[in-house]
T-cell receptor
Framework: AQSVTQLGSHVSVSEGALVLLRCNYS??????LFWYVQYPNQGLQLLLK??????LVKGINGFEAEFKKSETSFHLTKPSAHMSDAAEYFC??????????????FGKGTLLTVNP | KAGVTQTPRYLIKTRGQQVTLSCSPI?????VSWYQQTPGQGLQFLFE???????NKGNFPGRFSGRQFSNSRSEMNVSTLELGDSALYLC?????????FGPGTRLTVL
């Protein structure tokens, strides 16, 4: 069974500082990987996804993530945090193809706070 | 293009009642998935429908059920509500590898 571990339920950074949110996955074969963001009282918005051979994935709002198969990791980074980045971030994994890619397994989430 | 819509946005029920939640996917999307989000368990997959057929199912009791109509709209039903069913229920529609989420229905069971 797949699983996702997000290290750190709460990360706090200063405005302008590097954002690093950690995600490790467990899967028997390379899966599809996703990062979603959730603002209060809203649904999930996709930041970026890994579905192909390109291991460095660029997403919206200046975020990017690198797929490292040897470390089974897919950490999310942003060079400079903005106040508007304060939200909860979820890493998710799914199987590849065959209809099973529509079933996402999520991590527990990381709440990012940005201090002025 | 309109996003995923869910109705109602908020719902209050009492234990033992049943509830039906509705989801309208993005036009052209044939897959609809449902997730439950709670503070304790996080985001958990309930089920996924594709062309009116349940294709994937999570580990939830039979009190949780769903269906999909020919226009891809989907409903989920929870019977005999329990306090632990209080959650945000999210619907997502998909065309390929990406799932687009609606704003959710906040269900409170008293």
């Amino acid at each position: 069974a797949q699983s996702v571990t997000q290290l750190g339920s709460h990360v706090s950074v200063s405005e302008g500082a590097l954002v690093l949110l950690r995600c490790n996955y467990s899967s028997s074969v390379p899966p599809y990987l996703f990062w979603y963001v959730q603002y209060p009282n809203q649904g999930l918005q996709l930041l970026l996804k890994y579905t192909s051979a390109a291991t460095l994935v660029k997403g919206i709002n200046g975020f990017e993530a690198e797929f490292k198969k040897s470390e089974t990791s897919f950490h999310l980074t942003k060079p400079s945090a903005h106040m508007s980045d304060a939200a909860e971030y979820f890493c998710a994994v799914s199987d590849r193809g065959g209809g099973s890619n529509y079933k996402l397994t999520f991590g527990k989430g990381t709440l990012l706070t940005v201090n002025p | 293009k309109a996003g995923v819509t869910q109705t109602p946005r908020y719902l209050i029920k009492t234990r033992g009642q049943q509830v039906t939640l509705s989801c309208s996917p993005i036009s052209g999307h044939r897959s609809v998935s449902w997730y439950q989000q709670t503070p304790g368990q996080g985001l958990q997959f309930l089920f996924e429908y594709f062309s009116e057929t349940q294709r994937n199912k999570g580990n939830f009791p039979g009190r949780f059920s769903g269906r999909q109509f020919s226009n891809s709209r989907s409903e989920m039903n929870v019977s005999t509500l329990e306090l632990g069913d209080s959650a945000l229920y999210l619907c997502a529609s998909s065309l390929d590898t990406e799932q687009f989420f609606g704003p959710g229905t906040r269900l409170t069971v008293l």
